[in-house]
């Protein structure tokens, strides 16, 4: 019998540094319209997977602003014009 291990990449532990209002969205998984906001997110500790914007949503507090099965990236470009603070 072997035994597999599986590793699963979380990624660097994230804070939210800053939030702002994003709009209106219909969510797939809250499956209502809902607020978004736009998360700034930076990583606890220096790491490669820098500083970027999330969309959050007001119920689940996750980003299911895209018709399931068509995500094509981030709903937020990283020059999407908003400056921090
Ligand atoms: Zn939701």
Same mark, same amino acid.
């Given at each position: 019998?072997?035994?597999?291990?599986?590793?699963?990449?979380?990624?660097?532990?994230?804070?939210?540094?800053?939030?702002?209002? %994003?709009?209106?969205?219909?969510? /797939?998984?809250?499956?209502?319209?809902?607020?978004?906001?736009?998360?700034?997110?930076?990583?606890?500790?220096?790491? %490669?997977?820098?500083?970027?914007?999330?969309?959050?949503?007001?119920?689940?507090?996750?980003?299911?602003?895209? /018709?399931?099965?068509? %995500?094509?990236?981030?709903?937020?470009?990283?020059?999407?014009?908003?400056?921090?603070?």
């Amino acid at each position: 019998m072997k035994t597999y291990a599986i590793y699963v990449c979380y990624g660097p532990e994230m804070r939210e540094h800053s939030r702002r209002f %994003w709009a209106i969205k219909w969510c /797939f998984k809250c499956r209502k319209r809902l607020r978004h906001d736009a998360v700034f997110m930076v990583p606890v500790e220096p790491h %490669w997977y820098g500083p970027h914007w999330e969309v959050k949503c007001s119920g689940c507090g996750e980003d299911h602003t895209h /018709f399931p099965g068509t %995500w094509d990236g981030p709903t937020l470009e990283i020059d999407y014009g908003m400056e921090e603070g």
